[in-house]
């Protein structure tokens, strides 16, 4: 209320200098649509949508605060945190995260990510977390991960049939989850169909960087690109880590 009033004065003290006093409150009076639409020019309409990042303990850091800086900025998409239990999740790194919702009072989510981690290797193993993948998978516009967060997918069967990458440094363990997943060794990232999965921990800043092209085109993209300061590698097939599969391990 108070920046339309100081807004609304300052107009008034310009038209007085520039036109009169007389015809400038008649002009404010009768014409308030300029000072209205600027106004709301200025508010942002709420978003109605939810992209969920799914937090479980050891997750690597980088997976998930990179791709939130740039998701933070979709158009019509709120980020929020999900674990299994809610409260405080500590990633691998020792970073303390609080999270929205617990997997028991989330509700349906249109775009999730699951980031890598050491525990990947815990979460491969955890029948709650498979089933609230799939649960959620079921009624998600997009279903993403970011790392080792594909060999989670994967153990869900989530990826049987589908294209998917993961971090190549741990490539024997992603693969393992699941041999029906198409494993694409040489990818940055990966997207086929509703599923998006990208190569290791910075690799999901340019694959998030991506997903905002897709969702709200390459313009915006590049502006949040530029506004972070970041070189976005913005080809999926230019992967610089990629390694022969007999290589792997």
Not at 101 to 125: C, H, K, L, W
Not at 179 to 205: C, M, N, P
């Amino acid at each position: 209320m108070r920046q339309v009033t100081l807004f609304a004065a300052a107009q008034v003290a310009a038209a007085l200098l520039f036109a009169g006093a007389p015809k400038a409150f008649a002009q404010t009076v009768e014409t308030p649509a300029p000072a209205a639409s600027n106004v709301s020019a200025s508010l942002k309409a709420p978003k109605t949508k939810k992209l969920a990042i799914v937090l479980f303990p050891r997750y690597q850091t980088l997976d998930v605060f990179g791709p939130v800086e740039m998701w933070s900025r979709l158009d019509n998409y709120e980020v929020v945190t999900v674990s299994e239990h809610g409260g405080s999740v500590t990633s691998a790194q020792g970073i303390e995260t609080v999270t929205n919702y617990s997997f028991e009072d989330a509700p349906q989510f249109e775009i999730i990510m699951i980031p890598g981690g050491m525990g990947t290797r815990t979460e491969v193993n955890n029948p709650v977390m498979l089933d609230f993948l799939r649960s959620q998978d079921k009624g998600s516009e997009l279903t993403t991960s970011v790392c080792t967060g594909s060999a989670v997918l994967a153990k869900a069967g989530l990826l049987d049939g589908h294209k998917a990458t993961s971090n190549k440094m741990a490539w024997k363990f992603a693969t393992s989850q699941d041999e029906d997943v198409l494993w694409q060794s040489h990818a940055r990232w990966v997207e086929d169909g509703k599923y998006i999965t990208s190569s290791g921990i910075s690799a999901g800043t340019d694959m998030a960087l991506g997903l905002v092209e897709k969702i709200d085109g390459r313009e915006k993209a590049e502006q949040v690109a530029r506004t972070a300061e970041y070189i976005w590698n913005d080809d999926p097939s230019n992967d610089p880590f990629a390694v022969e599969e007999t290589n792997m391990n």
